[in-house]
């Protein structure tokens, strides 16, 4: 065991025996971070939630991106970059040991063109308006999402079909505001929930049909906040939740009735000796969140596809041996540092945006196809290994060798990252740090070109060409015809805030990604837990939950 304080925030943090052999055998020291701090540096070089208009670098045409236009490098379409007149193997250069690495890292990363977005592009069907994503067909604006058709506005999704608003769910269809569920039918403002249909506003339910406004219920049908009604009481209450109104004020309602069940300490099933929450499928794994069948893993979020041996990783699939990697997936063999890496790669350092086939690369960005490089030069193999180990020794060192890529060489605003999700900063707290900060211009704001009926059977077809305002922060957002199709079909109606907000407030309705040491509220046995003691929530071990369902 091994505990040091944190060069960033102070805080003690311990390396386990476990962790120690991981560092070992990726041949890396101990991390100098603590957790939270590893993952707010990792995810502080991602922006995956904001999309911006630019032109394409070779084509000029105008195209869609991740990257902001204030970019320094080059951005090509993604049909222009995996073609074959793209080949960043030009940009390659010596290693220089005068310098510092990232020093030379940060010089070849200014120039390499990179793609506009992270999709696994060849296998996506009319699903443009969609970052971090892969083999979606008819999608527009979800993210980290992967096998899904008809759906918007949503994250975190796998397998899901003509749904709206969703957040880490699995496996819908027809369904509307769920967060942390699956295998949902025709079913709205759901949470922590499984195989439900026909229902709104439940939360921790299971097998329920017909049901509103309830809690912790099993294999029930026709209740209304967790008292049985008839089939006709409660289509008359289904049918006057057709109005904004009349949703916010169930909902308000609902948000209260709910803190009175007990909630379970941690979420997951199908799980062998983890600690985390929001776990499915998974063994062996060390303060996990949100992951589905990682073995052997430790600080790991967002395992999407099932993975093994992985540490300090952030939505990463089909993966095996990755230390302090980020968004890199299918089939992906023994990466160290590396961010945005994808389809078929093995034995990569500190590389970024290397796709298809790569492998036994180092310090290399925006390559396709290529073997034994360092800083996009290729070497024979015996050379590369030989000068790989010599720069190792470097930056030793220099002091970098170990760490992840520095803040200075995220050119992401801090606000606009993955990062700030988790954990917000203000403007002068991310300055500080070395971050870059994104100002959204108000004056391009525009005011609302229409009142929006508050019932959908009331409102036109022209909704689509009409500009809305946020509620809450007054950023403009559209009505897309599909969406609009979606809300006529469940008769709910047209939502008064944009996607950006409704996606905060779901994040905001979850907990932490932090266990806290506690006692079951019932038999005060010591349990580890995933809920702030200061939220006030009556937290239960699993036996006391199990026994205090209906």
């Known amino acids: 065991m091994k505990r040091s304080n944190c060069i960033e925030c102070g805080e003690l943090f311990q390396s386990t025996e476990d962790h120690l052999r991981f560092y070992k055998l990726f041949e890396?020291?101990?991390?100098?971070?603590?957790?939270?701090?590893?993952?707010?540096?990792?995810?502080?070089?991602?922006?995956?939630?904001?999309?911006f208009k630019r032109e394409c670098a070779a084509t000029k045409k105008s195209i869609l991106s991740h990257f902001p236009p204030a970019s320094p490098?080059?951005?090509?379409?993604?049909?222009?970059?995996?073609?074959?007149?793209?080949?960043?193997?030009?940009?390659?250069r010596d290693f220089d040991f005068g310098r510092p690495f990232f020093e030379q890292f940060a010089e070849l990363s200014q120039v390499v063109p990179r793609p506009a977005?992270?999709?696994?592009?060849?296998?996506?069907?009319?699903?443009?308006?969609?970052?971090?994503?892969?083999?979606?067909?008819?999608?527009?604006?979800?993210?980290?999402?992967?096998?899904?058709?008809?759906?918007?506005?949503?994250y975190g999704i796998n397998s899901c079909k003509n749904s709206v608003d969703t957040y880490r769910c699995e496996n819908l269809e027809l369904c509307y505001q769920l967060t942390d569920s699956r295998k949902c039918y025709q079913s709205a403002f759901l949470e922590n929930c499984e195989g439900c249909i026909d229902s709104y506003f439940l939360s921790n339910c299971i097998s329920c049909k017909n049901c509103i406004g309830c809690s912790n219920l099993r294999q029930k049908e026709y209740h209304y906040f967790n008292k049985?009604?008839?089939?006709?009481?409660?289509?008359?209450?289904?049918?006057?939740?057709?109005?904004?109104?009349?949703?916010?004020?169930?909902?308000?309602?609902?948000?209260?009735?709910k803190l009175s069940f007990p909630q379970k300490a941690l979420r997951g099933f199908k799980n062998e000796n983890v600690s985390g929450n929001y776990l499915t499928n998974c063994r062996d794994a060390n303060n996990c969140f949100d992951c589905r069948g990682l073995h052997s893993g430790s600080f790991c979020n967002q395992v999407f596809i099932a993975s093994k041996d992985c540490m300090d990783c952030q939505e990463i699939g089909e993966a095996e041996l990755l230390y302090e990697c980020i968004d890199s997936g299918y089939?992906?063999?023994?990466?160290?540092?590396c961010l945005n890496i994808l389809n078929q790669v093995s034995f990569l350092t500190y590389c970024d945006s290397c796709f298809t086939g790569c492998s036994h690369l180092f310090g290399c960005v925006g390559l396709k196809r290529k073997n034994f490089c360092i800083l996009n030069?290729?070497?024979s193999e015996a050379d590369y290994h030989l000068l790989k180990d010599k720069i190792i020794s470097h930056m030793k060192a220099t002091g970098e060798w170990g760490d992840f890529f520095p803040a200075k060489l995220s050119w992401i605003p801090y606000n606009l990252s993955t990062a700030s999700s988790f954990f917000p900063l203000t403007k002068e707290q991310a300055l500080e740090r070395g971050y870059t900060w994104h100002e959204a211009d108000k004056k391009d704001y525009l005011p609302q070109t229409a009142i929006v009926a508050d019932i959908i059977v009331c409102v036109p077809d022209s909704i689509t060409k009409e500009i809305l305002s946020c509620s809450s922060c007054k950023k403009n957002y559209r009505i897309v015809q599909q969406e609009l199709l979606f809300y006529r079909t469940l008769s709910l109606p047209i939502p008064d805030n944009c996607w950006e907000c409704r996606h905060k407030e779901r994040i905001s309705s979850r907990s932490p990604r932090k266990i806290w040491d506690q006692e079951c509220n019932s038999c005060n046995i010591s349990i580890q837990a995933a809920y702030d003691p200061a939220r006030g929530e009556k937290i239960f071990c699993d036996s006391c939950y199990l026994e205090s369902l209906d």
Do not use: M
């Open 73 to 92: 490098y080059p951005v090509f379409s993604q049909e222009y970059w995996y073609g074959d007149a793209v080949d960043n193997i030009a940009f390659g």
């Open 331 to 337: 089939s992906e063999y023994n990466l160290r540092f």
């Open 377 to 379: 030069k290729e070497y």
């Open 28 to 51: 890396v020291s101990a991390p100098k971070r603590c957790p939270d701090c590893r993952q707010l540096l990792r995810t502080s070089h991602i922006n995956q939630l904001n999309l």
């Open 117 to 154: 977005l992270f999709t696994d592009y060849q296998t996506d069907e009319n699903s443009s308006y969609t970052n971090y994503s892969g083999r979606n067909k008819n999608c527009y604006l979800i993210f980290d999402a992967d096998d899904n058709w008809d759906c918007y506005y949503s």
């Open 228 to 257: 049985l009604i008839s089939k006709t009481e409660f289509e008359e209450i289904r049918a006057s939740l057709t109005s904004l109104a009349s949703l916010k004020k169930l909902k308000n309602k609902f948000n209260t009735f």
